[in-house]
């Protein structure tokens, strides 16, 4: 019972400080993301598309998450924009101070878009809110159409839903109608997403919605 | 500091029970495997084609760990092979006393090879002993040539390595060697198969393997 209320008292630390980082966001004029997804489902590839496109249009800055090695912000620092490392040492998922802690490192006040890249897991970082406007989650199609369903607090808590991999729609057994039905299914508000971040299939319209999103907030 | 002793404890429980398991499994001469990884790399597809070849030869039975439904058991049940599942409501990994609660569901007198496949999480479970022999890491080309060293942890603490979706190899960016050398930098006692457990590519080694590991152990 003690073990319980310890990981009770942790989530409600946590969502004080993630309601304090929003505070923070709003002020700043930022349109925040949380992208999660499981490992290799292609966060940072997605992240690098993203960035070849509109780093003209809008400023972003991006934060870094990894249990393990700077190898994905050091992708990221190869276009010339702002973005900060949190190496979680292990831990699964990122929390509310870590980022607190990160973004005193990044010019918020000259961001439009800031971008927070999660731990590869398709499980814990459900469960922590670190103040963004939007959780969105991706899943690439190699994965499965079945992933809402055996992962559905992920889907539940995430305004965004990005199909990836569809460039392999021809190799492999994936019925994207099903994907979406299992998706909406368990988050009937999603807004589904369906890409190849490698071809740039579907980029298009990611990116308008973004840029959307940036300019309401403006 | 008070949370870091509570999570101590906790891992020093699951170590004592998984101990406990591990006495139990040894008495009854199986062999035991933990099969773990990202969401989607095909662990049940893999025990799939596995069932459908060796069941003759030995007597299988299955711990399936999901973090929601019981669809995994489902398409095992079919085998025609004692299967329990594991709904961990959300918890991201397996822990030993669940799998002490599972198993006595099962004949393990009458087993050869007792499969725990592990919920799709490449962090979490890397830190909870369940009392199995080995540690089986899945991961599949689709995910990146460089996941063993973004989730070190799990590769570590791993005697096998299996990468899978080999059949996907001539459409995406996959270095196959570079993947080894990825895995066994961080670990260099890893045995490595590289198998389509949709094709059945490379599927002889790995059965080869795993009917040697019963045979050793009766």
Redesign the interface.
């Known amino acids: 019972m003690?073990?319980i209320t310890?990981e009770r008292k942790?989530l409600q630390k946590n969502d004080e400080v993630a309601a304090a980082n929003r505070q923070t966001f709003t002020n700043s004029g930022l349109f925040t993301i949380n992208l999660v997804s499981?490992?290799?489902?292609g966060k940072t590839t997605l992240l690098e598309r993203t960035l070849e496109k509109i780093t003209g249009q809008m400023r972003i800055s991006v934060v870094e998450g990894?249990?393990?090695?700077d190898?994905d912000a050091r992708r990221i620092a190869a276009y010339d924009i702002p973005v900060v490392q949190i190496v979680t040492n292990?831990a699964?998922h990122l929390e509310a101070q870590l980022v607190k802690d990160a973004v005193v490192n990044l010019p918020l006040a000259d961001t439009d878009l800031l971008i927070i890249e999660n731990?590869?897991?398709?499980?814990?970082p459900a469960s922590y809110d670190l103040g963004e406007d939007m959780k969105v989650v991706l899943?690439?199609t190699?994965?499965?159409d079945?992933?809402p369903?055996?992962?559905?607090?992920m889907f539940r808590v995430a305004d965004v839903c990005v199909i990836n991999?569809t460039?392999?729609l021809p190799?492999?057994e994936f019925d994207i109608q099903k994907a979406r039905e299992n998706a909406l299914n368990i988050n009937p508000n999603l807004t589904i997403f369906e890409i190849s971040a490698k071809t740039g299939e579907g980029m298009d319209a990611w990116l308008k919605w973004l840029a959307g999103e940036v300019e309401r907030r403006k």
């Not at 499981?38 to 489902?41: I, L």
């Not at 369903?149 to 607090?153: D, E, I, R, V």
């Open positions: 003690s073990v310890v942790i499981s490992p290799g489902a990894d249990v393990q090695t190898n292990g699964c731990v590869g897991n398709l499980v814990c899943f690439s190699t994965e499965g079945d992933k369903l055996k992962y559905p607090k991999k460039d392999l190799y492999i």
